[in-house]
């Protein structure tokens, strides 16, 4: 029996898609509902230039509905995965590096909250927990595909 083969592994990685589909389809929503609170929450971390704050902030709320509804499907899951792969990296990056210059702000994650450090690192570890399973998900895909390639061909 192949790895591919285990039904197990195969609702496992069916779980762990549907959960992060969740997850940035209704934070995307959550930050279109609020632009400019969410434009905001960008301009606190100080670190990109003024021009391309609301260029992000109306973006990529409709990036991230796309990455989740990309996760739904068996097709363009891998790619729906390496997306959220990036997108959890340059999360995490731009949280910690607000962590480490000592600010305390709301992320806009989520909608708009208090700012508070202990809530900062708890999207901090969401972020990694996102980017580790948004890995296991595209590496699995992978694997599978490779599988079903290779049975396919004669």
Known sequence: MMASDNPRLRY???AVSLA???VFIYAGIDKLRDPLQF?????AFGILPAVFI?????????FE???GLLLLGPRTRRVGAIAVV???????????SALLRGLTLDCG????????RPRMWIELALDAVLFASALFVYLRSLADRS???AVTEP
């Open 86 to 96: 990036l997108l959890s990296a340059v999360f995490f990056t731009a949280l910690a």
């Open 39 to 43: 434009a905001d929450s960008i301009a």
């Open 109 to 116: 994650c989520f909608g708009a909250g208090a700012p508070s």
């Open 12 to 14: 496992v990685l069916l």
């Open 147 to 149: 599988v079903r390639v």
């Open 54 to 62: 609301n260029l992000l902030a109306l973006g990529l709320p409709p």
């Open 65 to 67: 509905i796309a990455c």
């Open 20 to 22: 992060m589909a969740a």
